[in-house]
């Protein structure tokens, strides 16, 4: 196997706490803040190995930027799920792609009480000031930013065993909106919206028999847009757990992809439009130009994406991981009943990024940044980082042979001259060197400013957030 995937799909043990990294290159002044990631930690739990990259259990990260230097540390999320595979040194709970070997006893026993995960290791926000690990089943973790030490559960709604969350919540207006799914014999899509006082509250939802798998969904100033994508379940396999969580969902592609559109403040659906099936995990952005609503999304054929991360699959290296396709969809809501897009780049991308502080639901934004598969490399998996510029259609490639980053976060100048007048920060796998080192990248040339390095390898993560001092 080689070596980046031996790697990045291993087990790290030590819990490291360095004052002082090691940077190569200048670190610009202005940063101040800290950098959260999350993403698996171990792989292996005793003999036993989780199958898909999204089944690793969850390992948190910060990088925290502080009088000219950056100090760094990394602490497994502390929960059930973790401690009962240490504890019995084998997988004790079910993650989104591997169930624990059962006994017939267990077998029964699970039907009645899933033991589904709560390691939350997919993204982190800060929601009415606490800082959360977030993951898709409805148990969310609230963390210590300094310590990293975990705090408790935190969730959105009530009956979290019957729910999933998506990962990626929108913050605006000092409200923290989020899609759920209530699995039942007739299931319901439940926008949730809570603010730093208020428990979560319903603020639209709609009543469906097969519920599609969902990670993200689009946000515009007046709208709330679902994408349900073909990719279903029967909610009883859910409920009495039939396989592993993503195996229970079946590809519908006669169903289309059907898109609904619901109004902000009154919670009505206002619109809905069928188009060709196609699957995504991630929203990008969305706005409105008069009676005209676009939202731009990562789209993929069919969800052979998710095929695609099966760890067998991306070590055996046998195919390139599915390039997904930044679209940009159009409605016209007064009336016409077509939906359509347009493709904006040549480049395929996954874990897009923007300035969405300063750019969310505006139609000026102009740049994406995200990960891709470098064309003319040898790689199974992501190992290049992508600026799109949607203007000019342009993309620019953050590209170093052996080197495997992960999702860019950008971080704007103060008192920049442009959009993208600030950095990408990415967290690297060194492959020929065995580590792993957090890029600052200049974000207008996409060329290495600094590099800081960590004494081991962080595994292959997902989702993480900047957050200023201040903030
Ligand atoms: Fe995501």
């Not at 490291?16 to 698996?40: A, F, Q, S």
């Amino acid at each position: 196997m080689r070596k980046a995937y031996q790697l990045g799909f291993s087990n790290v043990e030590d819990e490291l706490v360095i004052d002082k990294l090691n940077v190569t290159g200048k670190l610009p002044n202005w940063i101040e803040g800290t950098l959260y990631r999350n993403g698996p930690g171990m792989f292996k739990a005793g003999n036993q190995h989780y199958r898909h990259w999204f089944d690793g259990l969850s390992m948190l990260h910060k990088f925290t930027f502080k009088n000219g230097g950056i100090s760094y540390a990394n602490k497994f999320l502390q929960c059930k799920a973790y401690h009962e595979a240490k504890e019995n040194d084998k997988i004790s709970y079910s993650e989104f792609a591997t169930d624990p070997c059962y006994s017939l006893f267990d077998r029964v026993k699970e039907i009645f009480d899933p033991k589904i995960t709560d390691s939350a290791k997919v993204n982190v926000a800060r929601l009415g000031g606490k800082f959360i690990a977030m993951g898709e089943p409805s148990l969310q973790i609230e963390f210590d930013p300094e310590t990293l030490r975990s705090l408790g559960v935190y969730t959105y709604d009530d009956k979290p065993k019957q729910h999933i969350t998506t990962v990626h919540p929108h913050e605006v207006d000092e409200q923290v909106i989020n899609l759920t799914t209530r699995f039942g014999r007739v299931s319901t899509y439940r926008f949730m919206s809570s603010s730093k006082r208020e428990r979560p509250e319903l603020i639209a939802h709609h009543k469906v028999k097969e519920p599609a798998y969902l990670h993200s969904f689009g946000l515009s100033p007046s709208y709330l847009i679902l994408t349900e994508f073909p990719y279903v379940v029967n909610p009883l396999k859910i409920i009495f757990h039939a396989k592993p969580f993503i195996e229970n969902y079946v590809w519908k592609p006669k169903r289309g992809t059907r898109i609904f559109i619901f109004d902000r403040k009154t919670g009505k659906l206002v619109k809905q439009f069928k188009t060709d099936p196609f699957f995504a995990f991630h929203h990008v952005n969305a706005f409105e130009k008069g009676t005209d609503l676009y939202f731009d999304i990562v789209s993929y054929p069919d969800p052979e994406i998710i095929q695609s991360f099966y760890l067998d699959r991306i070590t055996s290296e046998e195919k390139k991981l599915p390039g997904g396709e930044f679209r940009r969809y159009h409605a016209d809501l007064s009336g016409k009943k077509e939906i359509t897009y347009r493709t904006l780049s040549d480049e395929a991308i996954e874990l897009p990024r923007f300035d969405y502080n300063h750019y969310n639901m505006d139609s000026n934004y102009q740049f994406v940044y995200s990960v891709g598969v470098n064309k003319s490399g040898n790689s199974s998996f992501y190992d290049q980082i992508v600026k799109n510029d949607l203007k000019t259609g342009e993309a620019k490639i953050w590209y170093e042979e052996n080197c495997f980053p992960g999702e860019p976060v950008f971080l704007p100048a103060p008192n920049r001259k442009s959009e993208d007048d600030g950095v990408n920060l990415s967290v690297v796998l060194d492959e020929k060197n065995g580590n792993s080192f957090l890029l600052i990248l200049d974000s207008v040339s996409f060329t290495e400013i600094a590099r800081a390095v960590i004494p081991q390898p962080i595994l292959f993560g997902y989702h993480g957030n900047f957050y200023q001092n201040d903030q």
